[in-house]
């Protein structure tokens, strides 16, 4: 999900600078009810004039606006390029929301949704490789275009508050009473390193090609273990995850890796090289809840050589979201209000949002599968906008939520605690990681030709140590595992350190308690 970060900025640059073409000829900055009038020159040069150059730039550094005059530098920097996922986000659902909120800070006449900002991007990208905000203001067909620093400032000010929360989070991490923990189980899980992957497929009415899965499991089976089912997230790819696929199939559990064809890496690969679009919500969630649903189909029917039928659900990311989806209740009514409230802040500070607003485009079913999951253990999982309540989400199996403080994408606060809250067990725990980010979970490995990044990701987005945070990632989800075959809760422990890494492993109860503003 990197891609929606790069372009939400790119976005925002675009928005504080934006005005109009040969024909705008005149850019009004509202602001406290007043319009502040410039013309198309004086804001391509603000950065270049001296204090006492204009009556304008001078009131505008003595009133506080000395940032947008600072700002107009960017006005060059090129925020679309023709190739790329720029003019795919573009031309995508998120693209087109965007705008929409765009058009309500960036005001041009007649033009109440963004399109006739659209229509000039890509008219532009027809004749140029990279598009700048400047360009833009140029092109548009306008001559006046209005700037709503009112709307702006007040977007600002909400991202504000919210990374302001999310630092507050650690203070308040940092604050719970140190646990000491009881003796951990001296008698680890025996590992047998024999292991069969077998790679099958599953065809269902959904899908014109086969559902293609990896099948791992021991040779010396365990009849009292049940099936693992993991899903990646979105452009995930199933080597990302071996990680946690060898161990736990070591330790006698059997695990399925689902590759979602439509939203997987090979998917993004040709979005990236542009010869597809940005999936949409139907590759989002629909067939990805049916490729669940035909995995566990084949699993009663037999067709993975399993005498246990039971099952638990893993992923990260969107992947955790579908295993929320097939156990929980559909989205609570009025998941499109809701959306047109969030999302007035662009999603900057949890693009999840994004994803989750879509959902409202697809028709729920009743469920076909005679069973619960027994487990529910998500990585960065998201929800909040589908289930705002606390325990609406209807689930009631034990769930192990694992985040990290540095989690810019699906963020602890106001995101992950409250998917958290809208559970209902008392064995839930929620495993927080400090300094563990939205990426943790992956394992990349450039030596390596089976590992893909497609997009790239910094060091600084990953967060600290990943094969750390891996580890003791994997080393919770056995024992919470492990706990609630023999109807147990995992221990909450607080302040802890292990591996390098300080964490913590909480209940509802103190979820809710550090949630609170």
């Known amino acids: 999900m990197k891609y929606f970060f790069i372009i939400f900025l790119s976005f925002c640059s675009c928005f504080l600078d934006n005005g109009s073409s040969k024909a705008a000829e005149k850019i009004n900055l509202k602001f406290e009810e007043m319009k502040i009038p410039l013309n198309i020159?004086?804001?391509?040069?603000?950065?270049?004039?001296?204090?006492?150059?204009?009556?304008?730039?001078?009131?505008?550094?003595?009133?506080?606006?000395?940032?947008?005059?600072?700002?107009?530098?960017?006005?060059?920097?090129?925020?679309?390029?023709?190739?790329?996922?720029?003019?795919?986000?573009?031309?995508?659902?998120?693209?087109?929301?965007?705008?929409?909120?765009?058009?309500?800070?960036?005001?041009?006449?007649?033009?109440?949704?963004?399109?006739?900002?659209?229509?000039?991007?890509?008219?532009?990208?027809?004749?140029?490789?990279?598009?700048?905000t400047l360009d833009i203001i140029k092109a548009l067909p306008s001559k006046e275009v209005l700037i709503d620093v009112d709307?702006?400032?007040?977007?600002?000010?909400?991202?504000?508050?919210?990374?302001?929360?999310?630092?507050n989070l650690i203070i308040k991490l940092n604050n719970l009473e140190k646990t000491i923990p009881k003796e951990s189980n001296k008698n680890k899980t025996k590992i047998d390193e024999d292991l069969?992957?077998?790679?099958?497929?599953?065809?269902?009415?959904?899908?014109?090609?086969?559902?293609?899965?990896?099948?791992?499991?021991?040779?010396?089976?365990?009849?009292?273990?049940?099936?693992?089912?993991?899903?990646?997230?979105l452009a995930g790819d199933i080597n990302n995850f071996k990680w946690i696929g060898t161990e736990l199939a070591q330790r006698g559990w059997p695990i399925v890796f689902l590759d979602h064809l439509g939203t997987n890496s090979d998917a993004f690969t040709e979005v990236?090289?542009?010869?597809?679009?940005?999936?949409?919500?139907?590759?989002?969630?629909?067939?990805?809840?049916?490729?669940l649903d035909a995995v566990l189909e084949a699993n009663r029917n037999g067709r993975f050589g399993l005498v246990n039928d039971s099952y638990i659900l893993m992923g990260h990311s969107l992947g955790a979201l579908i295993a929320l989806l097939y156990e929980g209740n559909k989205p609570i009514d009025g998941l499109e209000n809701r959306c047109d409230l969030s999302l007035r802040d662009f999603a900057v500070t949890n693009l999840s949002k994004l994803i989750q607003c879509q959902l409202s485009e697809i028709p729920f079913q009743e469920k076909s599968n005679p069973k619960k999951a027994n487990a529910i253990i998500g990585f960065n999982t998201f929800g909040s906008l589908i289930w705002p309540k606390e325990k609406s989400s209807g689930i009631d199996?034990?769930?192990?939520?694992?985040?990290?403080?540095?989690?810019?994408?699906?963020?602890?606060?106001?995101?992950?605690?409250?998917?958290?809250?809208?559970?209902?067990?008392?064995?839930?725990?929620?495993?927080?990681?400090?300094?563990?980010?939205?990426?943790?979970?992956?394992?990349?490995?450039?030596?390596?030709?089976?590992?893909?990044?497609?997009?790239?990701?910094?060091?600084?987005?990953?967060?600290?140590?990943?094969?750390?945070?891996?580890?003791?990632?994997?080393?919770?989800?056995?024992?919470?595992?492990?706990?609630?075959?023999?109807?147990?809760?995992?221990?909450?422990?607080?302040?802890?350190?292990?591996?390098?890494l300080d964490y913590h492993i909480l209940d509802r109860k103190t979820i809710k308690e550090i949630s609170k503003n």
């Open 151 to 167: 709307n702006l400032i007040s977007i600002v000010s909400s991202w504000k508050n919210e990374l302001a929360m999310q630092q």
């Open 196 to 233: 069969i992957k077998v790679n099958k497929k599953i065809y269902s009415s959904h899908r014109v090609g086969p559902l293609e899965i990896e099948l791992w499991k021991n040779k010396k089976e365990s009849p009292n273990k049940e099936l693992i089912i993991f899903m990646p997230g």
């Open 272 to 291: 990236i090289e542009g010869k597809e679009a940005i999936p949409g919500s139907a590759d989002f969630f629909l067939y990805r809840i049916k490729d």
């Open 41 to 132: 020159s004086q804001l391509s040069q603000l950065e270049t004039y001296e204090d006492n150059s204009t009556e304008v730039i001078s009131w505008l550094k003595k009133n506080g606006f000395s940032r947008v005059v600072e700002l107009s530098k960017f006005l060059k920097f090129p925020v679309f390029k023709e190739e790329g996922l720029n003019r795919q986000v573009l031309r995508s659902w998120v693209g087109r929301k965007i705008l929409s909120e765009l058009s309500k800070t960036i005001i041009v006449a007649n033009d109440k949704d963004g399109i006739e900002v659209f229509n000039t991007i890509e008219s532009l990208l027809e004749n140029k490789k990279q598009v700048s």
């Open 397 to 500: 199996v034990p769930v192990l939520f694992i985040g990290g403080t540095f989690d810019l994408i699906t963020p602890l606060i106001n995101e992950q605690f409250n998917v958290f809250l809208s559970t209902n067990n008392s064995s839930n725990r929620f495993l927080i990681i400090e300094g563990a980010s939205h990426f943790s979970p992956i394992r990349i490995d450039n030596d390596n030709s089976e590992y893909k990044d497609i997009f790239k990701i910094r060091k600084p987005f990953i967060g600290s140590n990943p094969i750390s945070v891996q580890d003791l990632s994997l080393k919770i989800a056995v024992e919470f595992i492990n706990k609630v075959n023999k109807e147990k809760s995992l221990e909450t422990i607080t302040n802890q350190r292990e591996l390098n």
